[in-house]
């Protein structure tokens, strides 16, 4: 079984990669796809004025 791993992605906020696992033939057999889920924006969030929100969250993660 062949396995293809693709790590780090990019355009992801956060850590993340993904798995494919081919069978004999070359055909996909199982895929996984893995990222950190909490990324903690809400900690430093807190108490910010709303409309600073949206500009200190594309200054941090960049999507």
Do not use: W
């Amino acid at each position: 079984m062949q396995r293809i791993e693709i790590n780090p992605m990019t355009r992801l906020e956060g850590h993340g990669k993904i798995t494919i696992f081919l069978d004999e033939s070359g055909n996909v057999d199982n895929a996984f796809f893995q990222v950190v889920e909490f990324m903690g924006y809400e900690k430093f969030l807190t108490g910010m004025p709303i409309e600073e929100v949206p500009r200190t969250v594309t200054t941090i993660c960049g999507v």
